[in-house]
């Protein structure tokens, strides 16, 4: 059973969550709008693993006995600057979102709820592997500058990716 701090923890968690997918999918229309489809789709696999980590936290709540309270979902920005920009901006909420995880660990540690701590386990790996992902592109971006050509090309290589749920998650 879910001691109430966590289970309200948790329930906001679920809300950061459902935010991500929502301003991924903002910059997935960004993207559409720059003619960037493998940009635009990167975003959309981006839209659907955030959609799996909320719904991964709102099961969990839900097989621990809690009650899933959902809020409103912030209105995301819709516009940026360049590609660059937008992926500093993901980098920068992904930063925040693994603040996020780890203040959870911290209120798990704190009421002694070693279930919650060991589910959150997951999600402490999944954001530094986020983190080097975004990271690696916001590098190469940067490397990039102004040449079209390699946005180009840059474009092609994330337009493969492809979203498979964890088989661990």
Known sequence: MLKKEMELALNEQINAELFSSYL?????????SQSLSGFASWMRCQ???????GMKFYDFVNERGGSVA???IAKPDNQWNSP???FEHVLSHEQKVTGLVNDLVEI?????DYATN??????????VEEEASV????????????DSSGLFLLDAELGKRVFTPPQDG
Do not use: C, P
């Open 24 to 32: 991924y999918l903002s910059m997935e229309n960004y993207f559409q």
């Open 108 to 112: 798990a540690l704190g009421v002694k």
């Open 70 to 72: 959902l809020e409103a």
């Open 47 to 53: 839209v659907q693993e955030e959609m799996f980590h």
């Open 84 to 86: 660059l920009d937008a």
């Open 118 to 127: 060991i589910f959150l386990q997951w999600f402490v790996t999944e954001q």
């Open 135 to 146: 990271g690696a592109i916001v590098d190469k971006l940067r490397l990039i500058g102004n």
